[in-house]
């Protein structure tokens, strides 16, 4: 069975550039999270989607946003990128069903801002 | 507010040794406890979901304990290819959906 697919693995970006990122969930999973990771503050929870609607959303300003279809993948956007953005940027799929079920992680993507 | 604490930062063992993780939380009601393995490079791995106080589960060489303030990763006998980064994350009760809340995880260095 295929895992959480991120793509794409590296970007560089410039100040003030704007990036999606995209993830593809294990078949049959309708929950897409995704999280921020940094050395400083650790991983992060952005926000949540479920059959295309944004059930929770963490502590981060409104130049983050996301968003999921039909299929369930998602995608996160990151607009007027700060030096800060820079991050791993972590999607995990889960069925979304019912409490406390396992989130599933892929790779990440790593977001460099010069 | 919740909160997910864990030590300690980094542990170095020579292979054979055992040794425990602690991960503490404050939350204001727990859905779930979940343990990941993070290697380099790589996404968190899923280990253990555990979900009240007395549970226990295991897998190879790892453990993991839960009461009502923290849980313990317990590594029995560990080798070289333990060593990776172990996060703790709680999902609480006040919060929708499936949004985990991190501690900031202990390296583990294993040496054989």
């Known amino acids: 069975k295929a895992g959480v697919t991120q793509t794409p693995r590296y970007l560089i970006k410039t100040r003030g550039q704007q990036v999606t990122l995209s993830c593809s969930p294990i078949?049959?999973?309708?929950?897409v999270s995704w999280y921020q990771q940094t050395p400083g503050q650790g991983l992060q929870f952005l926000f949540e989607?479920?059959?295309?609607?944004?059930?929770n959303k963490g502590n981060f300003p409104g130049r983050f946003s996301g968003r999921q279809f039909s299929n369930s993948r998602s995608e996160m956007n990151v607009s007027t990128l700060e030096l800060g953005d820079s991050a791993l940027y972590l999607c995990?799929?889960?069925?979304?069903?019912?409490?406390?079920?396992?989130?599933?992680f892929g790779d990440g993507t790593r977001l460099s801002i010069l | 507010e919740d909160q997910v604490t864990q030590s300690p930062e980094a542990l170095r063992l020579q292979e054979g040794e055992s040794s425990s993780l602690n991960c503490s939380y404050t939350?204001?009601?727990?859905?779930?406890l979940f343990w990941y393995r993070q290697d380099p490079g790589k996404g968190p791995e899923f280990l253990f979901t555990?979900?009240?106080a007395g549970e226990e589960k295991e897998k190879e060489r790892l453990k993991a304990t839960l009461t009502k303030k923290e849980s313990f990763l317990h590594i029995t006998a560990p080798k070289p290819e333990d060593s990776a980064t172990y996060l703790c994350a709680v999902q609480a009760t006040q919060q929708a959906g499936t949004a985990l809340i991190f501690g900031k995880g202990t390296t583990l260095s294993v040496s054989s």
């Open positions: 995990a799929s889960s069925l979304g069903g019912g409490p406390a079920q396992p989130q599933h």
């Open positions: 555990l979900y009240s």
């Open positions: 989607y479920f059959s295309e609607t944004q059930r």
């Open positions: 078949s049959g999973h309708r929950s």
């Open positions: 939350v204001s009601g727990l859905r779930g």
